[in-house]
C-alpha cells in the first residue's frame, strides 16, 4: 500500500520549526536514527508508519540461568497508522507474515486490542488558518501542521461518519511526559492555551 509523500508546504513549516534531531536523538540515548535513512526524525514521527515490539516474554527471566528452552513466548505489538491504510489488511499482513516465520511442528496464536485507521483532516477550510494565525500571535512564531498520535480515533469518526474535519489544538511541551511518572503541564502553557483560544474565537466571528 502505497504511503503518499509529505506535500511541500507542510514539509517546509516543519524545516521552520528549526528541531534539533540531534538532541532529540540524545534525549534518549541515540546518536543515529532508527528506520528509514532518507527521512528526518521529525519526518518518520509524524509522517510515517510505525511498527513496535512494546513487550517480549518468555523462558526464564529469574536470576542465574537456566537452559531448559521455553515452550512459550509472547509479544505484544502495535502499529501507527498513516492516510490510507486499512487496520485490518494490515493486521492480517502482519499475521500472514508470522505464519510463515513458524517452524511446521509450532503453531502462532493472536489476540486483537482494537484497531482504528489514522485520521486525516483537510486543512483547506479557513478556519484551519485561522487558528494557525492565532496561535502564532499568542506564542510568537509561526505554528505548524503536524502529524501527531494520540489514540483519538473519535476524531477520524468525525471524519468519516460525519463528514467533519476535527480540528486539535495542543498546548504541552515535548517535556511533558504525557501517561508517563511525573507527567506535568505547565501553568504557563495553561494561560497561553487560553488566550490562544480566545484569539482563535476573535479571528473567527471577526471572519463571520
Known amino acids: 500500500m502505497a504511503i503518499s509523500e509529505l ?22 540515548g541515540l546518536s543515529i536514527p532508527a528506520g528509514e535513512v532518507d527521512r528526518t526524525p521529525l519526518e518518520m514521527i ?13 523462558g526464564y527471566t529469574g536470576d542465574g540461568f537456566k537452559t531448559v528452552l521455553p515452550a512459550e513466548a509472547r509479544a505484544k505489538v502495535s502499529f501507527r497508522l498513516v492516510a490510507g491504510q486499512d487496520p485490518y489488511v494490515l493486521r492480517e499482513h502482519f499475521r500472514d ?25 483537510s486543512i483547506t477550510h479557513p478556519a484551519f488558518e485561522a487558528a494557525r494565525a492565532a496561535l502564532g500571535d499568542e506564542w510568537g512564531r509561526a505554528a505548524a501542521y503536524v502529524g501527531c498520535g494520540g489514540s483519538i480515533p ?14 486539535l489544538l ?29 484569539r482563535l474565537l476573535h479571528r473567527l466571528t471577526a471572519g463571520a
Open 7 to 28: 506535500p511541500d508546504d507542510i514539509r517546509a513549516q516543519w524545516q521552520a520549526l528549526a528541531f534539533d534531531h540531534t538532541r532529540f536523538l540524545g534525549d534518549v
Open 46 to 58: 509524524w509522517s510515517r508508519p510505525t511498527a513496535e515490539v512494546n513487550g517480549i516474554l518468555g
Open 97 to 121: 507474515w508470522v505464519r510463515a516465520q513458524v517452524p511446521a511442528d509450532c503453531r502462532v496464536e493472536f489476540s486483537g486490542h482494537g484497531a482504528s485507521p489514522a485520521g486525516v483532516m
Open 154 to 167: 473519535i476524531a477520524g469518526y468525525f471524519k468519516t461518519e460525519l463528514g467533519m474535519d476535527a480540528m
Open 170 to 198: 495542543g498546548f504541552g511541551r515535548d517535556d511533558d511526559q504525557i501517561h508517563s511518572p511525573n507527567e506535568k503541564y505547565d501553568v504557563e502553557c495553561f494561560h497561553k492555551g487560553i488566550r490562544s483560544w480566545a
